[in-house]
């Protein structure tokens, strides 16, 4: 199947000079993107940059605009995000299948009011810790602090990273990464949703739709897992000025919660010196 990503790369890589705005605002600039056939390459980096174990595989600069994508069906939001979901699966062994099931689901295939004016296709919260863009909407309260990405990409990302970063989601990167019905059930199991037909649902949006095709396809091309999140080494960091846990998290691929949990903080202040405790999977 064509996929699309080639020509919003491009884009993106030729908007790496913008400069995306720190917080959301009223009047963000909204750039709807222009559909054309493509073949999107997950190898196209940003020459220069250093990336940690858990980012191997570079995304593309933040384009700096607000890029919306208009999707009309299920069916082309699969067309549009199915090869992405392949490449976190190759950078984060999550499978294909259950990103794309879980974007469907939590989105509305594209067309949900937060993911509209978020591009926020997995309905992450801000979190202690999070400094990137935001946006309110009402949720299982009123008004909540939902994460804001200029592009869909950072937040199938975010997605990876949410899941990789966190403890309770740990076992779940033992099962097979085409086990789809294990991940299903072992999502509802570790408290991502609170729906109990959670697992149900996200099984029977792969099955109607054959979306683990897109799993069989990346390991019979050869998975390269990235993260095996089974035994870790502890080492510490000195915070220098400019520091932050989520600039940390981000760095080191942990969760802020677990910084904070290793650490005994009950503040996300840093002072310039002071040693924390951070952890990563060690070395297979």
């Known amino acids: 199947m064509i996929k699309r990503f080639g020509y919003i790369i491009l884009v993106l890589m030729l908007l790496v000079g913008c400069k995306a705005k720190k917080r959301a605002t009223s009047n963000t600039k909204v750039t709807t993107v222009e559909r054309k056939k493509g073949v999107y390459k997950p190898n196209d980096g940003i020459a220069g940059t250093k990336f940690n174990k858990s980012e191997l595989y570079p995304?593309?600069?933040d384009p700096g605009r607000f890029v919306m994508f208009p999707i009309n069906s299920t069916a082309e939001y699969i067309e549009e995000f199915a090869e992405i979901a392949q490449y976190e699966m190759r950078a984060f062994g999550i499978p294909a299948s259950i990103t794309l099931a879980q974007g469907i689901l939590e989105s509305g295939s594209g067309k949900g009011q937060?993911?509209?004016?978020?591009?926020?296709?997995?309905?992450?919260?801000?979190?202690?810790?999070?400094?990137?863009?935001?946006?309110?909407?009402?949720?299982?309260?009123?008004?909540?602090?939902?994460?804001?990405?200029?592009?869909?990409?950072?937040?199938?990302?975010?997605h990876s990273i949410f899941l990789?970063?966190?403890?309770?989601?740990?076992?779940?990167?033992n099962y097979r990464r085409d086990d789809y019905k294990k991940w299903a059930y072992g999502?509802?199991?570790?408290?991502?949703?609170?729906?109990?037909?959670y697992p149900q649902k996200l099984i029977a949006l792969i099955e109607r739709y054959d979306l683990d095709a897109y799993d069989e396809e990346v390991v019979r091309n050869g998975l390269d897992t990235v993260r095996e999140p089974k035994e870790y080494d502890v080492f510490t960091h000195v915070i220098e000025k400019g520091d932050t846990l989520y600039g940390l998290s981000k760095k080191y691929t942990i969760s802020v919660d677990e910084i904070m949990q290793l650490n005994n903080l009950d503040s996300t202040n840093l002072a310039i010196g002071q040693v924390i405790n951070l952890r990563k999977a060690k070395n297979k």
Do not use: V
């Not at 801000?126 to 909540?144: I, L, M, S, V």
């Not at 990789?164 to 990167?173: D, E, Q």
């Open 59 to 61: 995304l593309p600069a």
């Open 114 to 158: 937060l993911t509209l004016k978020t591009n926020n296709h997995f309905g992450i919260k801000c979190h202690t810790g999070w400094q990137g863009e935001y946006d309110f909407h009402d949720d299982d309260a009123k008004g909540e602090c939902f994460r804001k990405y200029n592009h869909p990409m950072f937040s199938f990302r975010d």
């Open 164 to 173: 990789a970063s966190r403890s309770r989601y740990r076992f779940l990167f």
């Open 187 to 197: 999502l509802r199991q570790a408290g991502y949703a609170t729906d109990k037909k």
